[in-house]
């Protein structure tokens, strides 16, 4: 009869509280591990708590796969109307010339790929420049666009006035969204694998 007066229910019933409020404080302060770990490293926590389930929102989200892109299969009907960029680096091994970065320039039709190592990355704009001036001279054709990441070697004054000079259109992707850079994304990997 004793185990059963208000007194101790209020006692049972405030320990469990203050052992859920520990478990979910341990739970944020060491970075959201599993319960079942938590468990396993503070056994005395859960002894009284085993009917209990424990679910964390910010785990469940940040455990969930972002939705799948589409894959797109649209090609520009043209050569050169659309290019793709991608600066990568820098490399752990360093060139005999000193060139630790690349970048590359793919075009969107043909895939054909263009690749320029570069000893510091601010050299981007420069090597854009003479590609603009060798695919017009050599191929007798205009570049409509651009489509880069949002790159501070991309996304400067001196590449706006270029564009703006020349009438190029530069697409950037959002932020966070590699995929919408993707082709160049996938010739970058393809590139790094076979080197």
């Known amino acids: 009869m004793d185990d059963f007066s208000s007194g101790k229910a209020n006692q049972i019933r405030h320990t469990t509280t203050d052992k859920e409020r520990q478990i979910w404080l341990l739970h944020n302060r060491l ?27 910010t785990c469940i989200v940040a455990k969930s796969h972002r939705v799948p892109y589409p894959v797109s ?21 360093i060139t005999p010339s000193g060139n630790k970065w690349f970048v590359i320039f793919v075009d969107d039709c043909t895939r054909m790929t263009w690749l320029y190592l570069l000893k510091r990355k601010d050299e981007v704009f420069e090597v854009f420049q003479s590609f603009h001036v060798m695919i017009q001279t050599q191929f007798s054709a205009n570049i409509k666009a651009l489509r880069t990441d949002n790159g501070g070697e991309y996304v400067n004054a ?28 996938r010739k970058n990997r393809h590139i790094l694998e076979t080197a």
């Open 31 to 57: 970075g959201h591990p599993s319960f079942g770990y938590l468990q396993h490293l503070f056994p005395a926590l859960f002894s009284t708590l085993q009917h209990l389930s424990f679910k964390c929102e």
């Open 73 to 93: 299969h649209t090609k520009k009907d043209m050569p050169f109307s659309l290019f793709h960029s991608y600066v990568w680096g820098p490399s752990p091994v």
């Open 158 to 185: 001196k590449f706006q006035a270029y564009f703006q000079h020349h009438g190029l259109i530069h697409e950037t992707s959002c932020s966070q969204t590699p995929q919408q850079n993707g082709i160049a994304e």
